[in-house]
T-cell receptor, first 114, second 113 residues
Framework: DQQVKQNSPSLSVQEGRISILNCDYT??????FLWYKKYPAEGPTFLIS?????DKNEDGRFTVFLNKSAKHLSLHIVPSQPGDSAVYFC?????????????FGAGTQVVVTP | DSGVTQTPKHLITATGQRVTLRCSPR?????VYWYQQSLDQGLQFLIQ???????AKGNILERFSAQQFPDLHSELNLSSLELGDSALYFC????????????FGQGTRLTVV
């Protein structure tokens, strides 16, 4: 049972424009959410996170929005750059000290075109 | 470079065989996590060790086992391999019990033929 879903397997965006990646979850016990970025032949790298007590967290060009009532989060990348081309994974956990067990979505492949 | 080292990078083996995947965590990290990524799937949490002890279990098959040694490196043992076990296996480490902001290795690509 997939508790974290990324329904868009791919996204193409022009350089300089905004990339919006979406993620939905079903487990209401999730209270900490993360985005990871993955390049080919590399492991995922942590990008940004958000706790359920917030509805927005910003780090440079990356902003994550959380809508708890809709069980939905999104990652905005502004402006998109060619180096942002990668697979982005949404992940969720029950608490920051939950002994592990991050639940990942299937990923969204982002391609930033010149 | 995340500081997490996984060996080997690639492994091809036959059905029914047994393999061992190795992970060296970042210096000082006590927690090690194993994840499996099958084709077109997200990463599936398998198991977590903290300072040598098993802490959490996910969707790990009985044919799979893991351990963490006193020097904190970890091994994932996969036995009676089936074609469906072909996947990328990632190891991650973090400093404490939480795996948030864990650092991932490059993965081991296992192909079962």
């Amino acid at each position: 049972d997939q508790q974290v879903k990324q329904n868009s397997p791919s996204l193409s965006v022009q350089e300089g424009r905004i990339s919006i990646l979406n993620c939905d979850y079903t487990n209401s016990m999730f209270d900490y959410f993360l985005w990871y970025k993955k390049y080919p032949a590399e492991g995922p790298t942590f990008l940004i996170s958000i706790s359920s007590i917030k509805d927005k967290n910003e780090d440079g060009r990356f902003t994550v929005f959380l809508n708890k009532s809709a069980k939905h989060l999104s990652l905005h990348i502004v402006p998109s750059q060619p180096g942002d081309s990668a697979v982005y994974f949404c992940a969720a956990s029950e608490g920051t000290d939950s002994w592990g067990k991050l639940q990942f979505g299937a990923g969204t492949q982002v391609v930033v075109t010149p | 470079d995340s500081g997490v080292t996984q060996t080997p990078k690639h492994l091809i083996t036959a059905t029914g065989q047994r393999v061992t995947l190795r992970c060296s965590p970042r210096s000082g990290d006590l927690s090690v996590y194993w994840y499996q990524q099958s084709l077109d799937q997200g990463l599936q949490f398998l198991i977590q060790y903290y300072n040598g002890e098993e802490r959490a279990k996910g969707n790990i098959l009985e044919r799979f086992s893991a351990q963490q040694f006193p020097d904190l490196h970890s091994e994932l043992n996969l036995s009676s391999l089936e074609l469906g076990d072909s996947a990328l296996y990632f190891c991650a480490s973090s400093g404490g019990l939480s795996n948030t902001e864990a650092f991932f290795g490059q993965g081991t690509r296992l192909t079962v033929v």
